[in-house]
């Protein structure tokens, strides 16, 4: 079985550009989280859905949106991109979203 | 608000040596503790904890938890290169609807030959 995918897997942007990251979740998972990791820090939380519907959102500005389709797959998007949006983003999925997360590799974005 | 504290934040030891990680936490609506291992990118599972004195083992590593201390150890004896990593304690939480995970900054273990 395949595991969590992203993609893509590093990214080089502008500051002021808008970003799509995408994730697959694995199969059969119905929840999709999404989580920030800047260096030498843990992953921070961004959002949560399930069957489509945004779970949970966190400290985030508006620039930060995502969605959820019909086959489960996520994808991120951030308008305006900052210096600080600089991160490692990793997409967890899970059956339910409330135990059992897998995460993928992750997409490295350098914002320049 | 959610906080999640590890100690050490690093740690340099020689193979064959035994490590013990700490994590200490506070999450609305607890569910569960998690533990994570990152080398590269991908967080690697390794334990979801839910009942308080219980010890889960698996080879090498092992962890328990203390829901009235609010806290976590991760052990690992027999220290080889390969552990060399991050390792993420994370407990579950539910805000509503939402579940999340909460991670600490991570102690990053330097297993030397």
């Known amino acids: 079985d395949a595991g969590v995918t992203q993609s893509p897997t590093h990214l080089i942007k502008t500051r002021g550009q808008h970003v799509t990251l995408r994730c697959s979740p694995i199969s059969g998972h119905k929840s999709v989280s999404w989580y920030q990791q800047v260096l030498g820090q843990g992953p921070q939380f961004i959002f949560q859905?399930?069957?489509?519907?945004?779970?949970g959102r966190g400290n985030f500005p508006d620039r930060f949106s995502a969605r959820q389709f019909p086959n489960y797959s996520s994808e991120l998007n951030v308008n305006a991109l900052l210096l600080g949006d600089s991160a490692l983003y990793l997409c967890?999925?899970?059956?339910?979203?409330?135990?059992?997360?897998?995460f993928g590799s992750g997409t490295r974005l350098t914002v320049v | 608000e959610d906080k999640v504290v590890q100690s050490p934040l690093s740690l340099v030891v020689h193979e064959g040596d035994t490590v013990t990680l700490n994590c200490s936490y506070e999450?609305?609506?607890?569910?569960?503790l998690l533990w994570y291992k990152q080398e590269k990118k991908a967080p690697t599972f390794l334990f979801m904890l839910t009942s308080s004195g219980i010890e889960k083992k698996s080879g090498r590593l092992s962890s328990i938890l203390d829901k009235k201390e609010l806290f976590s150890i991760l052990n690992i004896t027999a220290t080889q290169t390969g552990d060399s990593a991050i390792y993420l304690c994370a407990p579950s939480g539910s805000g509503g609807s939402n579940y999340k995970l909460t991670f600490g900054k991570g102690t990053l273990l330097t297993v030397n030959p």
């Open positions: 859905y399930y069957e489509k519907e945004e779970r």
């Open positions: 999450v609305t609506n607890f569910r569960s």
């Open positions: 967890a999925s899970s059956f339910t979203g409330d135990y059992g997360y897998t």
